[in-house]
């Protein structure tokens, strides 16, 4: 598995240099903001987010110093206790963006980090341009991305993407992915890691929920596992004992999805790139857990069919249907409003 030279990194451009590299980049389409940087809308409720949750915290201490404890105002404190924590969580994952210098003169050094490993470097892009998995389909765009040149591909960089509101604002999301190409299909599966998650993190949003799958060990403590019914035999072929002690180690940042001929690997809050020790991480993350992973999956055969690839049943979990639910809880609600009408 291709382990990455990072010597570029500590590179220093010259300004003449950096100049040229921008104006070059520029005259590419290359634009001067950062993929990090918030979109407008996701800016705007987050900076509202702030005055707003303080603005509550100040009205519910003035209700207890007029009032006393009252039912009105215990029931204004949990409100605002509620607005602080989801205030805390969303301005937590907004990075500061790059801009000026320092944006050009990591994109330089990602750019000749990526000619002497033999890959190309995309420094932004709208989509991911039909790219297979889960948030890769969900990217509105993609940014500092390293893809290798030669079999097996390795395509790793950073995604966004926007998450509406019911009051009409946006949540960006940013995440960073690492993706191995396989040598055939496998059937579909996801980790969701359990410590990736609260304010350094984010929540896989994975609608897949009906097919969790309890492994031994503790190895369920670190990952949830989501798989095709009737496919957890496959799945324990590939997750070793070893290799779930090296997901554990080297791995439990990440959420993992194995989907046709890829395993992905995603962070939340995205890859920091310029730094060398973020590709150290990538480093030990394909050295001792993607090629594992490949290795094995490269050998899979689906008993179930005649030429051994993945069954129909296998190639997608199938997706949580909520509408049956919602209005079942409706029917219900409903039917005990009448009772409660009818008996009193």
Wanted: with cysteine.
């Amino acid at each position: 598995m291709r382990n990455f030279d990072t010597e570029w990194l500590r590179y220093q451009p010259t300004r003449t240099e950096l100049r040229a590299f921008r104006r070059n980049a520029r005259d590419g389409g290359v634009p001067s903001a950062d993929g990090a940087a918030p979109s407008v809308r996701g800016g705007c409720t987050t900076a509202l987010m702030v005055p707003f949750s303080l603005a509550v915290v100040v009205f519910s201490l003035v209700g207890f110093g007029e009032d006393g404890i009252t039912g009105l105002t215990i029931g204004l404190a949990v409100f605002a206790l509620f607005m602080v924590l989801g205030t805390v969580l969303i301005v937590g994952r907004v990075r500061i963006p790059r801009f000026g210098p320092r944006l050009w003169r990591d994109r330089l050094r990602l750019a000749r980090l990526a000619d002497a490993n033999d890959c190309t470097y995309t420094p932004f892009a709208e989509s991911s341009h039909g790219a297979v998995g889960l948030l890769l389909e969900l990217s509105d765009q993609i940014y500092d991305v390293v893809t290798t040149r030669e079999s097996p591909r390795i395509s790793l960089g950073n995604l966004a993407y926007k998450q509406e509101t019911s009051r009409g604002g946006a949540i960006d999301h940013r995440w960073g992915f690492v993706s191995v190409q396989l040598e055939r299909t496998f059937p579909h599966m996801i980790l969701d890691s359990r410590t990736n998650n609260g304010l350094n993190g984010e929540v896989f949003p994975n609608p897949y929920r009906g097919g969790a799958l309890q492994l031994e060990g503790d190895f369920p403590r670190h990952f949830t596992l989501f798989c095709p019914a009737g496919y957890g035999a496959d799945i324990r072929y590939v997750l070793t004992p070893d290799l779930m002690t090296d997901l554990i180690d080297d791995g439990a940042g990440f959420d993992v999805e194995v989907i046709d001929d890829r395993i992905i690997f995603y962070k939340p809050l995205g890859l920091a790139l310029g730094r060398e020790r973020e590709w150290q991480l990538v480093n030990r993350l394909l050295q001792r857990v993607a090629a594992d992973m490949a290795r094995r999956a490269g050998r899979y055969s689906d008993a179930r069919t005649v030429d051994g690839r993945v069954a129909p049943g296998g190639v997608r979990m199938q997706k949580v249907n909520v509408l049956p639910w919602m209005i079942g809880t409706a029917l219900v609600l409903i039917v005990g409003a009448v009772l409660t009408q009818v008996f009193q």
